[in-house]
Nanobody
Framework: QVQLVESGGGLVQPGGSLRLSCAAS????????MGWYRQAPGKERELVAT???????NYADSVKGRFTISRDNAKNTVYLQMNSLKPEDAADYYC????????????WGQGTQVAVSS
């Protein structure tokens, strides 16, 4: 069993910055990918960014150049630095971890709210 705890959400003005953190604990082994997804009211959950154990990253086109994902493998923690925030970035942000290999597994956090308003 794996638990994911997100933190760092809040209310910021357009153009502001936030840093999200997600710490994973439990039975984590082997190669894995950690990432952030978001869901706004009336919209489907969408990928924001992912990062593998080896450091390979993937970003949604809408956040490229503004967001940076990173991880600390020793701490099983993933971060999302969000700069130049826009109103359309407002959503609930969810942390995810999934296993890589022949036997897939995946866990989700409870989410942290990001609001962007003046």
């Amino acid at each position: 069993q794996v638990q994911l705890v997100e933190s760092g959400g809040g209310l910021v003005q357009p153009g502001g910055s936030l840093r999200l953190s997600c710490a994973a604990s439990g039975s984590i082994f082997g190669m894995n990918t950690m990432g952030w997804y978001r869901q706004a009211p009336g919209k489907e959950r969408e990928l924001v960014a992912t990062i593998s154990s080896g450091g390979a990253t993937n970003y949604a086109d809408s956040v490229k150049g503004r967001f940076t994902i990173s991880r600390d493998n020793a701490k099983n923690t993933v971060y999302l630095q969000m700069n130049s925030l826009k109103p359309e970035d407002a959503a609930d942000y969810y942390c995810n971890i999934r296993g890589i290999g022949f036997y897939p597994w995946s866990y989700w956090g409870q989410g942290t709210q990001v609001a962007v308003s003046s």
